[in-house]
């Protein structure tokens, strides 16, 4: 059974940073690309951030690249994602999320993620 658990959410004004976290148990995590999206409210979930399996390639949406860093550590079965010069309109609910299978490329779209974590609210005041 493979679960997800984020953390680090919260609220912050603009410009802040913050740094979320989502554990991965059940299943080999190395083995595996994960993916960071996320949903305002009354809109669809859309595509944020993606690295591979082994952590040596990332994509970014065009709205967050040079703001936002993912990283994996595989040693911790841990994504992150590193938020910095937060916006007003990237207040949403984050989710972390992972393929069911193992791809040799970087999956980016939404609907090559299987699994989902419960999601973290980030909140950002102007």
């Known amino acids: 059974q493979v679960q997800l658990v984020e953390s680090g959410g919260g609220l912050v004004q603009a410009g802040g940073s913050l740094r979320l976290s989502c554990a991965a148990s059940?299943?080999?995590?190395?083995?595996?690309?994960m993916g960071w999206f996320r949903q305002a409210s009354g809109k669809e979930r859309e595509s944020v951030a993606a690295?591979?399996?082994?952590?040596?390639?990332?994509y970014y949406a065009d709205s967050v690249k040079g703001r936002f860093t993912i990283s994996k550590d595989n040693a911790k079965n841990t994504v992150y994602l590193q938020m910095n010069s937060l916006k007003p309109e990237d207040t949403a609910v984050y989710y972390c999320?992972?393929?069911?299978?193992?791809?040799?490329?970087?999956?980016?779209?939404?609907?090559?993620?299987?699994?989902w974590g419960q999601g973290t609210q980030v909140t950002v005041s102007s």
């Open positions: 999320s992972t393929p069911a299978v193992s791809n040799s490329y970087l999956p980016t779209t939404r609907g090559e993620y299987y699994y």
């Open positions: 059940g299943r080999t995590f190395s083995r595996y690309a």
């Open positions: 690295i591979n399996r082994s952590g040596s390639s990332t």
